[in-house]
């Protein structure tokens, strides 16, 4: 049901932007997630479906959370990445009748 794209190998400062595109549901909740090589998964962004934004602490000011209501996709504007931001993204979408639906994620390496 999610498909997650974008993913890739940049440099220290560069920019990224993931795509994930739902289908099946209509998603009240979007979020991204990343998890570390030995680490938990932790939530980077989410955006209600009237627009209202989350983010870590670690990527505010860096990464911009969108989303696509009508096309049912969402987007994570990625700037100013640093070798810490390295992980597999997850792109998430929850539904009001306790749906939680996980796409397959997709790796952002950040070199130093």
């Known amino acids: 049901q999610l498909q997650a794209s974008g993913g890739g190998l940049v440099q220290t400062g560069g920019s990224l932007r993931l795509s994930c595109a739902a289908s099946g549901s209509t998603f009240y909740l979007m979020a991204w997630y990343r998890q570390a090589p030995g680490k938990q998964r932790d939530l980077v962004a989410s955006i209600s479906s009237g627009g209202s934004t989350n983010y870590a602490d670690s990527v505010k000011g860096r990464f911009t959370i969108s989303r696509n209501s009508v096309a049912n996709m969402v987007f994570l504007q990625m700037s100013g990445l640093r070798p810490e931001d390295t992980a597999v993204y997850y792109c998430?979408?929850?539904?009001?009748?306790?749906?939680?639906?996980w796409g397959k994620g997709t790796l952002v390496t950040v070199s130093s």
């Open positions: 998430n979408a929850k539904t009001l009748w306790g749906g939680d639906f």
